[in-house]
Nanobody
Framework: VQLQASGGGLVQAGGSLRLSCTAS????????MGWFRQAPGKEREFVAA????????YYADSVKGRFTISRDNAKNTVSLQMNSLKPEDTAVYYC?????????????????WGQGTQVTVSS
């Protein structure tokens, strides 16, 4: 089972990036999915989550109104559209699959993790 995150890169402040996470080895159509990030020297933190059918979404206050999480169960993918990026958004971003079908901000609820993709926002 593998979660492959992609779409990271270097962008100027105010710019946009779209991250994608594709699952292989099994489907996660019945699982909530989430995005987390970890900046150097900091703990991993919650960014956004989505329920199994996309009916509910959850965001950290720091990204609310700028980031949008979505999923396409037919393609077994989850995406994170990031707009109005700030230097403080710089981090490695990880996608993860929840044990349950709901979205969650708790890292302990996630049992599969992708390898991460680097997002760097320059000022």
């Amino acid at each position: 089972v593998q979660l492959q995150a992609s779409g990271g890169g270097l962008v100027q402040a105010g710019g946009s990036l779209r991250l994608s996470c594709t699952a292989s080895g099994r489907t996660f159509t019945n699982n909530g999915m989430g995005w987390f990030r970890q900046a150097p020297g900091k703990e991993r933190e919650f960014v956004a989550a989505i329920s199994w059918n996309g009916g509910s979404t959850y965001y950290a206050d720091s990204v609310k109104g700028r980031f949008t999480i979505s999923r396409d169960n037919a393609k077994n993918t989850v995406s994170l559209q990031m707009n109005s990026l700030k230097p403080e958004d710089t981090a490695v971003y990880y996608c993860a699959a929840n044990r349950f079908n709901s979205g969650s901000s708790r890292t302990s609820n996630y049992h599969y993790w992708g390898q991460g993709t680097q997002v760097t926002v320059s000022s």
